[in-house]
């Protein structure tokens, strides 16, 4: 009877080891105001990967992408021009900055103005034609395009840094 229980908690204690092993579930990205994207939100490493801006064709058309492929998107409620971002806190991890550890970064194929502002968590923020740019939480691969037009609010560029909507 000892050994029946002793072996019923042993095998307990293994499944509660291997549950706080497991990943914990990745919440819903939003548009930045709190509203679901509804999607599938991967674990992917953001940031700068000192890859330069280019294109890539979609079904939206020539679209601009980082140099991994990714593809990169503007804000609406954001100011052209401004100097600052508006996407911050849940927003900021849902649709993470584009940014470069230079002041002029690399662009092949995009013919708008590049430039960078300092984004919200004090990194290099790359921008198009003045609109900051950034990745999209619910994209996995290459050539995804599932943030285009989340909410009314979020678009990809064309290589001249004009906002694609359709």
Sequence with gaps: MKLRIATG???????????????PAAEEPTDGAGTSAETESPDM???SSGAPLTTADSDLGEIVVDG?????????KDTQGADASSCEGECA???PAVTTESDAPEVEGVTGEVGTITGVDGSTQV???GWPLYYFAGDSAAGD???????????VLSPAG???AG
């Design 162 to 164: 004009e906002r694609i």
């Design 45 to 47: 490493d953001y940031g």
């Design 93 to 95: 991890t849902n649709w």
């Design 9 to 23: 908690l042993a095998v307990m204690g293994l499944i509660v080891a291997l549950a706080g092993c497991s990943a």
């Design 127 to 129: 921008t198009l034609n």
């Design 145 to 155: 395009v599932n943030g285009q037009g989340v909410n009314g609010v979020w678009w």
């Design 68 to 76: 991994e492929g990714m593809t990169v998107y503007m804000f609406d």
